[in-house]
């Protein structure tokens, strides 16, 4: 392939499905198909984010590129070499170039390690660093996500929400990695910390070219940090597109309703507002056809029949029959 | 006046050993009738606790009320706790943001709404079970849950969450309160969801004409759904107005740096976000000064000295800092 270079990962045909276990035995009596079938690609120092409601398989998809999660299957390159099928000494190597950000800076640190310790783990068990060295870069790394040396004695319950975040920013950091996937990082915290917190990862993207799986719920956070978007409906990836792009001019009317749903800090403005009828289907028991036709205000009698292909045109993916 | 309810210098103390927390520490706003007003303010600042002084639901001790919580002119929190019973759910109900925990898991939920029917009708008679449950039946379908008189007979487990919030609309509404109280209603929904459940409220608060108190963080949801606004900050309101000035001409330094922090929709791409620095001081150890003083940019002598009280400027605007942004030329407070 001749995009070979610039892609960091592609990640072709994804599928997790997890086994519904019951009856007396054990037996399993049915799959969830939290993701199923989902391709895209992630350039060299790009941020690539992934949107969409809970339950439509975005962290899922997020925790398989790292192989936190077995795919069921589907090919994951990574610099073109199929982490998919990487063994237990090459996937300790590929962790060290693909680190994660979690969502819950509370769960996510470990309360009885110092947060100076918790930062020095990962280099000490990819041997990067030891002794003077190992004490060095963990003060470097706190001062780059904003935090001061001094810091480094104390516990992860001494910290507010958007500092523990930074520590966990500083630990997937910490062994210089070239993707982090960065899983609802600023989610749990509050609008004033939120934007100190886009703005470290914009910044250290830009100073350490690092390229981000940035996943949230949030479009408007999406929107501020993505060059491209992903939107994900039930498992599947509905539209791919420029970030300006899919905001200015949707092509999905799932994509359409999502922009339409949030509401707009502009008062006054009245919003023509597409409100979606029910609920999302359980992922246990998707549709036929298209996956959102029971939800789509514009599903027509093929919608119901036959599942739309995820599609290229004008550079952009989207999977709906009526584009 | 004929405001429906008067908040005058609310404060809601919590006293745990030798601490004492101020959750709450002078909030003063009013609420018209049919009118709904928006608290918005970051986790800490005492939203919720004020919400819940309102309606007397924090044990005391450890919580300390002081000031005045009118509502058509009697104080609440004066009143005996049997005053307050026939209060809540008749006249003043509530939703809260988690709609999982805040139904009972073991009864049906046309149980559930029918209970409070025949626990607060208005009349103070006696209202049957069946009638109660009819009353439970039709506020379901009110509430667009279809296939209501089915629905009526399952339990909270057996629905998914914007369901569940319905019901729990539906409960809130049964008695026709005067005043609603919703914290955080659609925090713990997806947006698509969020957007039926704001509508839905909307509409029924005009259709009964009841006044709403909509507490959120969500500045989207504050210029939505509400028509005044009050910004809280450490357990004080620091500004109040129309929902359209406030977001057009902010006052309070605290609240332009909010509306200033949000990412936009229509903003450019990894551009620089303003952001406050620093973080909210401990509620058990506040300044002299003013509570915002440590992280605003226009910080001078007299700020760090004396807490600003909220004073009027601009015509209706309240606002509560010495050196406010944006004055049109009005009175300084």
């Known amino acids: 392939m001749s995009n070979r270079d610039s892609n960091l990962l592609t990640v072709n045909d994804l599928r997790k499905h997890f086994p519904i276990k019951g009856g007396?035995?054990?037996?399993?009596?049915?799959?969830?198909?939290?993701?199923?079938?989902?391709s895209f690609s992630i350039k060299r120092g790009e941020t690539l984010g992934l949107v969409g409601e809970s339950g439509c398989g975005k962290s899922t998809t997020g925790m398989m590129v790292l192989r936190l999660l077995e795919p069921t299957s589907g090919d994951i390159l990574f610099e073109g070499e199929?982490?998919?099928?990487?063994?237990?000494?090459?996937?300790?190597?590929?962790?060290?170039?693909?680190?994660?950000?979690?969502?819950?800076?509370?769960?996510?640190?470990?309360?009885?390690?110092?947060?100076?310790?918790?930062?020095?783990?990962?280099?000490?068990?990819?041997?990067?660093?030891?002794?003077?060295?190992?004490?060095?870069?963990?003060?470097?790394?706190?001062?780059?996500?904003?935090?001061?040396?001094?810091?480094?004695?104390?516990?992860?319950?001494?910290?507010?929400?958007?500092?523990?975040?930074?520590?966990?920013?500083?630990?997937?950091?910490a062994v210089n990695p070239k993707l982090i996937v960065c899983d609802e990082p600023v989610s749990a915290l509050d609008v004033?910390?939120?934007?100190?917190?886009?703005?470290?990862?914009?910044?250290?993207?830009?100073?350490?070219?690092?390229?981000?799986?940035?996943?949230?719920?949030?479009?408007?956070?999406?929107?501020?940090?993505?060059?491209?978007?992903?939107?994900?409906?039930?498992?599947?990836?509905?539209?791919?597109?420029?970030?300006?792009?899919?905001?200015?001019?949707?092509?999905?009317?799932?994509?359409?309703?999502?922009?339409?749903?949030?509401?707009?800090?502009?008062?006054?403005?009245?919003?023509?507002?597409?409100?979606?009828?029910?609920?999302?289907?359980?992922?246990?028991n998707p549709p036929n056809g298209c996956r959102f036709h029971t939800r789509c205000p514009e599903c027509t009698e093929i919608c119901t029949l036959t599942e739309p292909e995820f599609k290229q045109r004008n550079g952009r993916f989207v999977a709906c029959h009526h584009v | 006046m004929t405001a429906?309810?008067?908040?005058?210098?609310?404060?809601?103390?919590?006293?745990?050993?030798?601490?004492?927390?101020?959750?709450?520490?002078?909030?003063?706003?009013?609420?018209?009738?049919?009118?709904?007003l928006a608290i918005v303010g970051e986790s800490g600042c005492g939203k919720s606790v004020t919400a819940m002084s309102i309606m007397r639901l924090l044990p005391s001790p450890p919580a300390k009320h002081s000031g005045q919580v009118l509502f058509e002119g009697r104080d609440i929190l004066n009143m005996s706790m049997e005053d307050v019973q026939n209060i809540r759910g008749k006249e003043?109900?509530?939703?809260?943001?988690?709609?999982?925990?805040?139904?009972?898991?073991?009864?049906?939920?046309?149980?559930?709404?029918?209970?409070?029917?025949?626990?607060?009708?208005?009349?103070?008679?006696?209202?049957?079970?069946?009638?109660?449950w009819d009353r439970a039946v039709e506020m379901l379908e009110k509430v667009g849950i279809p296939g209501a008189a089915q629905r009526a007979r399952q339990y909270p487990h057996q629905m998914s969450g914007g369901m569940r919030q319905r019901v729990m609309i539906a409960m809130a509404l049964a008695c026709n309160p005067k005043l609603l109280l919703a914290d955080e209603p659609t925090t713990a929904l997806d947006v698509t969801i969020q957007a039926q459940i704001l509508d839905l409220i909307r509409e029924l608060a005009q259709e009964f004409n009841t006044a709403l108190v909509l507490i959120t963080h969500d500045l989207g949801v504050v210029a939505e759904m509400a028509q005044k606004m009050a910004v809280m900050y450490a357990g004080r309101v620091v500004e109040q107005g129309a929902v359209t000035d406030v977001f057009a001409r902010p006052h309070h330094p605290y609240t332009a740096g909010l509306l200033d922090s949000i990412p936009r929709l229509d903003g450019m791409k990894k551009q620089r976000l303003h952001t406050i620095e620093g973080m909210v001081p401990d509620l058990a150890h506040l300044p002299q000064g003013c509570t915002f003083a440590d992280r605003c940019e226009y910080r001078q002598a007299l700020c760090g000295q004396?807490?600003?009280?909220?004073?009027?400027?601009?015509?209706?605007?309240?606002?509560?800092?010495?050196y406010p942004l944006n004055l049109t030329g009005g009175d300084q407070p």
């Open chain 1, 192 to 284: 004033s910390i939120q934007s100190q917190i886009l703005n470290l990862l914009v910044e250290l993207q830009q100073e350490m070219g690092l390229t981000y799986l940035f996943i949230a719920h949030g479009l408007n956070v999406i929107k501020h940090i993505s060059d491209r978007i992903g939107v994900m409906y039930l498992g599947k990836m509905v539209e791919l597109a420029g970030g300006d792009e899919l905001i200015t001019d949707p092509w999905h009317p799932y994509t359409r309703t999502l922009i339409s749903a949030i509401p707009k800090p502009q008062p006054g403005q009245k919003s023509n507002r597409i409100i979606l009828q029910g609920d999302v289907p359980s992922p246990a």
């Open chain 1, 24 to 38: 007396l035995f054990g037996r399993t009596v049915g799959t969830v198909k939290a993701v199923d079938g989902v």
């Open chain 2, 4 to 36: 429906l309810l008067e908040i005058k210098n609310l404060q809601t103390h919590f006293h745990i050993g030798k601490r004492v927390i101020k959750a709450v520490d002078g909030v003063t706003l009013s609420v018209q009738p049919g009118e709904t």
């Open chain 2, 306 to 322: 004396k807490k600003p009280e909220l004073g009027t400027v601009d015509g209706g605007r309240q606002v509560a800092c010495y």
């Open chain 2, 92 to 132: 003043i109900s509530m939703i809260f943001q988690e709609p999982m925990t805040s139904l009972n898991p073991a009864y049906k939920i046309g149980d559930q709404i029918a209970e409070t029917v025949r626990v607060h009708d208005r009349d103070g008679g006696k209202v049957s079970k069946k009638a109660a």
């Open chain 1, 82 to 173: 199929n982490v998919a099928q990487f063994n237990k000494s090459r996937l300790k190597d590929f962790r060290r170039q693909a680190q994660i950000v979690f969502q819950d800076p509370y769960a996510s640190l470990n309360p009885r390690m110092s947060v100076g310790d918790i930062i020095a783990e990962p280099m000490i068990l990819h041997g990067i660093a030891k002794g003077p060295d190992l004490t060095k870069r963990v003060e470097k790394l706190l001062r780059l996500v904003g935090l001061g040396p001094h810091h480094g004695r104390r516990y992860p319950h001494e910290f507010s929400g958007g500092q523990r975040q930074r520590v966990g920013i500083a630990r997937a950091l």
